[in-house]
């Protein structure tokens, strides 16, 4: 089949002339901009890192590039998603006007291609910390009697709200599971870490690290996560929802300085997040703790998560963002990941935590949670003497989720129940505990999670379903070609359903893995900002309706227009 490069080859005249015979739904009908612009507005860019997507062979790719800029040097080849990254000497703008020339006079290549994109800046949820959280807490948490379980027992207050002690009970503990923290890095000489990490790796080094180093090469954020899910459960120090969990460092916020200096690292891009995540995938990470993100739609870790997602069954928790706006945000909106919001110790919604249609539960992080920071954070420690802070955010809140699914999958592994991840997902998510409006609402999702409702209740009978799309355009002369760079935004006609958004490769391919069953309107529009040189006014939205069953779902939609191409 012929394939087509739409950004080039086409002109304005010819997205005006799209034909229009395509079924609209009057009363929702979509504008161009809503259906582009939620996953790039605002959205910012590494410069000098371009990743390419190819169809067969990864020299295609290494070829292309470095036709362009010879001194250019491949930073992560991602050979299992079939993608490959460079460091180059101009800014991607630059080699991707390059890139489109080069695939504009050369229709062989234009078949060995399959996308190029760059790496977008992201960031680390910063934590909320107040200074008189020590006080604070104890005026509200202190004031009745509870029986000893660690040094610092009575400041564990999320450990106990999402009924970690019973889960223990029960006989869970997060043994033979292994959670990959992908953040700042861990200290694993943290008398509480010591002994619960794994081997890690460092991205941007290639470094494989000793789970008995220190590894926070980014700053404190990664130890203080670390903490909640998996501290040892000794009597001293803290302990976390999970303590006999294991750890797995994966740093992407990094100095790139041999040893920890503690500053804060810088985000060290997606292809080598994307390396990172199927380093730890391959390794036997079961779930993946990302306290972390930004703005912009990236094909490459969208890919790398829903591969990770149906191929090893690998369960994503991610942080909604302290912007307490409604917005868009990734990792944590990406299709089947679990979307976490902060909640406080009065089962309140904290007014930082990010709203939206897409949280799928809550969990304690208000600035009173207490746990674990590198032994070189003097200045944090919360009593000047022992390496613990009080930190808040959606970023604190979103490891007691990490550590409940820690229990909950040592639990079916001891009982041989196989799951998806969109099972554990709405587990999580029907065994909350309801916080705020009743059912489901844009401050807490389904609520606050509860471990020991998730332990003794049974996996919902739904298994989600995987969407694929496959986009074509025909023109008048009846000749079909893939139908490249396509933005889908998915609305369900259940409102406590998220809206999915997506975006194809140049071969038309866009899958959703992990969502829920159930009818969805789907728009779509050409138009992506780094790759679609042609004014939005004249691009028009196409509309289908669908119904998504539980397993695999193959859609293909074709694009038509009265004019030759």
């Known amino acids: 089949m012929k394939r087509f490069l739409i950004a080039i080859t086409l002109v304005a005249l010819f997205l005006a002339g ?60 991602l050979e299992q998603i079939k993608a490959v990254s460079f460091k180059t ?20 290549l234009r078949e060995k ?20 959280a020590k006080d604070l807490l104890e005026s509200t948490l202190k004031t009745k009697q ?26 869970y503990s997060g043994e033979g599971i292994i959670v990959a923290v992908v953040d700042t890095g861990v200290d694993g000489t943290h008398p509480d870490l010591q002994g619960q990490l794994v081997e890690g790796y460092r991205p ?49 916020f990094d100095t790139g300085e041999p040893t920890p200096t503690g500053e804060d690292g810088d985000y060290i891009g997606d292809d080598l997040v994307a390396e990172g995540f199927l380093w730890a995938a391959e390794r036997g990470a079961r779930i993946f703790s990302n306290s972390w993100g930004g703005k912009g739609y990236s094909i490459t870790l969208a890919h790398t998560i829903a591969q990770i997602m149906q191929g090893y069954g690998g369960i994503f928790v991610a942080s909604a963002g302290n912007s307490h706006t409604d917005e868009i945000h990734y990792p944590s909106c990406y299709p089947g990941v679990i979307n976490v919001a902060a909640s406080t110790a009065v089962d309140g919604i904290t007014d930082f935590s990010t709203r939206g249609r897409w949280i799928t539960v809550a969990a304690p992080g208000d600035f009173t949670i207490l746990s674990t920071v590198p032994l070189w954070d003097t200045s944090e420690f919360f009593d000047s003497e022992n390496p613990y802070a009080f930190y808040g955010g959606t970023s604190m809140a979103t490891p007691h989720v990490s550590g409940l699914i820690a229990l909950l999958l040592e639990k079916l592994d001891q009982e041989e129940v196989s799951y998806t991840p969109y099972q554990i997902r709405k587990h999580i998510a029907s065994t909350a505990d309801d916080i705020m409006a009743p059912g489901f609402d844009h401050d807490s999702g389904w609520g606050r999670v509860n471990a020991y409702k998730a332990l003794t209740q049974n996996l919902p009978s739904d298994t989600g379903a995987n969407v694929f799309f496959q986009f074509y355009v025909r023109d008048i002369s009846n000749d079909v070609y893939y139908g490249p760079q396509v933005y889908v935004t998915m609305y369900p006609q259940s409102s406590t359903v998220p809206v999915y958004y997506g975006k194809s490769d140049d071969y038309g391919f866009l899958p959703f893995v992990g969502i ?22 004249l691009q028009k939205t196409h509309y289908m309706r669908i119904t998504v069953y539980n397993g695999d779902n193959q859609f293909t939609h074709v694009f038509e227009f009265e004019i030759g191409i």
């Open 18 to 77: 799209c034909m229009s015979n395509i079924p609209k739904n009057n009363a929702n009908e979509k504008t161009f901009e809503e259906i582009v612009a939620p996953i790039e507005k605002d959205a910012e860019i590494m410069e000098n890192i371009v990743i390419v997507g190819y169809k067969d062979s990864i020299d295609d790719a290494i070829n292309l590039v470095k036709s362009i800029d010879p001194n250019a040097t491949i930073r992560a080849r």
């Open 516 to 537: 829920e069953p159930g009818v969805y309107d789907v728009y779509m529009a050409f138009g992506d900002a780094a790759y679609l040189e042609l004014p939005t006014i």
């Open 146 to 171: 509870l029986p000893e379980e660690e040094e610092f027992w009575e400041w564990l207050w999320g450990i106990r709200k999402v009924k970690a002690p019973q889960a223990w009970e029960l006989g």
């Open 204 to 252: 941007l080094t290639g470094e494989t690290l000793d789970p008995d180093m220190d590894s926070s090469f980014g700053g404190a954020h990664g130890t203080h996560v670390a903490g909640t899910i998996a501290a040892k459960r000794d009597g001293t120090g803290v302990v976390g929802v999970a303590p006999n969990a294991k750890i797995m460092p994966i740093v992407i």
């Open 113 to 132: 291609i399959s996308y190029v994109e760059p790496s977008y800046k992201r960031y680390l949820i910063e934590p909320i910390k107040n200074d008189n």
């Open 89 to 108: 000497t101009s800014s991607f703008a630059e080699v991707r006007e390059q890139i489109l020339e080069r695939l504009k006079s050369d229709k062989q």
